[in-house]
């Protein structure tokens, strides 16, 4: 293959109590990527957005993931990359877990599909470690493997993944920013034993609910005691989201990822709809601007659009 163009989507880490280790994908948003392979061992970046990303492989989260490959696999062959972002960098929905994924996974398909889901992860990571100065999986994880997923263990890495529940996400993107490492740097170094045990509970209840397709289970599991009340007072508002939210019918949610993004679950497509409208009429009061999204689990992850041999 020659060249591969793929739909990569947005996730949602975290879950609420699964900090670092579970994630899910959804349908909307989503970033387009254009890969081809090269004769010559050059990786040449391209961004056909209004971010303003590096494109300097070295400091481009997909051009620094290609690196890697090229190094591990000792190719003579090099990549172009042409990025359209509709994932806002800084949105908490996992816009450099896109980059990431989608470099690790056109670069495999290019190669003939050389590398495991696992191997994919693993090289994907570095890409977070140049956003974030971490490498997690939770948002790399789902958008590989699609649905949700948990992350046993990033090191080895051991991807679990989970039944992909019918049920609908609505979410909103206040335009506030709320970097990952300052996020991470603001939480928590010790934590209450009451409290880890209370979230081992959360974590354990809320994948027997997913694994179960148990809804009232997976309602009462999305609560977090840990990261949230930390977190929370990054973004404008949440309380009142969350509050509003559950009261119209809402199973639960919280903070994607490390925000400013929020999330909610929902069983009927019209509820979710209903919490989209009520998020965005809630930063509208506030003149904050705001994107809102209302999508189903995605239960595919990446996927391929066009093919080139």
Same mark, same amino acid.
């Given at each position: 293959?020659k060249?591969?163009k793929i739909?990569?989507?947005?996730t949602?880490?975290?879950?609420? @109590? !699964? #900090?670092?280790?579970l994630?899910?994908?959804?349908?909307?948003?989503?970033?387009e990527?254009e890969?081809?392979l090269?004769?010559?061992p050059?990786i040449?970046?391209k961004?056909? +957005?209004?971010f303003?990303l &590096?494109?300097?492989p070295?400091?481009?989260? $997909? !051009?620094v993931?290609l690196q890697?490959?090229?190094q591990?696999?000792? /190719?003579?062959?090099g990549?172009?990359?042409?990025?359209?972002?509709?994932?806002k960098?800084?949105s908490g /929905? !996992?816009?450099?877990?896109?980059? %990431? $994924?989608?470099?690790? #996974?056109?670069a495999?398909?290019?190669l003939?599909n050389?590398?495991s889901?696992?191997?994919?992860?693993?090289?994907a990571?570095?890409?977070?470690?140049? %956003?974030?100065?971490?490498?997690h999986? +939770?948002n790399?994880a789902? @958008?590989i493997y699609?649905g949700?997923t948990?992350?046993k &263990?990033?090191?080895p890495i051991?991807?679990?993944p989970?039944?992909?529940?019918?049920l #609908?996400v $609505?979410a909103?993107h206040?335009?506030?920013?709320?970097?990952?490492? +300052?996020?991470?740097?603001?939480?928590?170094k010790n934590?209450?034993l009451k409290?880890?045990?209370?979230?081992?509970?959360?974590?354990?209840?809320?994948?027997?609910?997913? /694994?179960?397709? +148990?809804?009232p289970?997976?309602?009462?599991? /999305?609560?977090d005691?840990?990261?949230?009340p930390?977190?929370?007072?990054l973004?404008?508002?949440f309380?009142e989201?969350k509050?509003?939210s559950?009261?119209m019918?809402?199973?639960?949610?919280?903070? *994607?990822?490390?925000?400013? *993004?929020?999330f909610?679950?929902?069983e009927?497509?019209?509820? %979710?709809?209903?919490i989209?409208?009520?998020?965005?009429s809630v930063?509208?009061?506030?003149?904050?601007e705001?994107l809102?999204?209302v999508?189903?689990?995605n239960?595919?992850g990446i996927?391929?659009?066009?093919k080139?041999?």
């Amino acid at each position: 293959m020659k060249k591969i163009k793929i739909k990569v989507p947005a996730t949602v880490a975290n879950m609420v @109590c !699964g #900090f670092d280790i579970l994630g899910m994908a959804i349908h909307e948003p989503y970033d387009e990527m254009e890969l081809k392979l090269l004769d010559s061992p050059e990786i040449i970046i391209k961004h056909e +957005d209004r971010f303003g990303l &590096s494109e300097d492989p070295s400091n481009n989260v $997909a !051009g620094v993931v290609l690196q890697h490959i090229q190094q591990h696999l000792k /190719l003579t062959t090099g990549f172009e990359v042409t990025i359209r972002k509709h994932i806002k960098p800084g949105s908490g /929905l !996992g816009s450099s877990a896109a980059s %990431a $994924a989608g470099a690790a #996974f056109g670069a495999n398909a290019l190669l003939g599909n050389i590398l495991s889901k696992e191997e994919m992860v693993h090289f994907a990571m570095f890409g977070e470690e140049l %956003a974030s100065g971490v490498r997690h999986a +939770d948002n790399i994880a789902p @958008c590989i493997y699609g649905g949700i997923t948990l992350v046993k &263990s990033s090191s080895p890495i051991d991807i679990i993944p989970l039944n992909t529940p019918d049920l #609908f996400v $609505a979410a909103v993107h206040p335009q506030v920013e709320v970097k990952t490492s +300052d996020a991470r740097q603001i939480l928590k170094k010790n934590i209450l034993l009451k409290d880890a045990i209370e979230q081992w509970g959360n974590i354990a209840g809320l994948v027997t609910g997913i /694994l179960k397709n +148990d809804i009232p289970l997976i309602g009462r599991s /999305l609560n977090d005691v840990i990261i949230e009340p930390v977190r929370s007072i990054l973004i404008p508002k949440f309380e009142e989201i969350k509050a509003k939210s559950l009261k119209m019918g809402a199973l639960g949610g919280g903070i *994607s990822g490390s925000g400013p *993004s929020i999330f909610m679950l929902t069983e009927r497509k019209q509820t %979710a709809q209903d919490i989209a409208r009520m998020m965005k009429s809630v930063y509208d009061d506030i003149e904050v601007e705001s994107l809102i999204y209302v999508s189903k689990i995605n239960p595919v992850g990446i996927e391929i659009v066009e093919k080139e041999y």
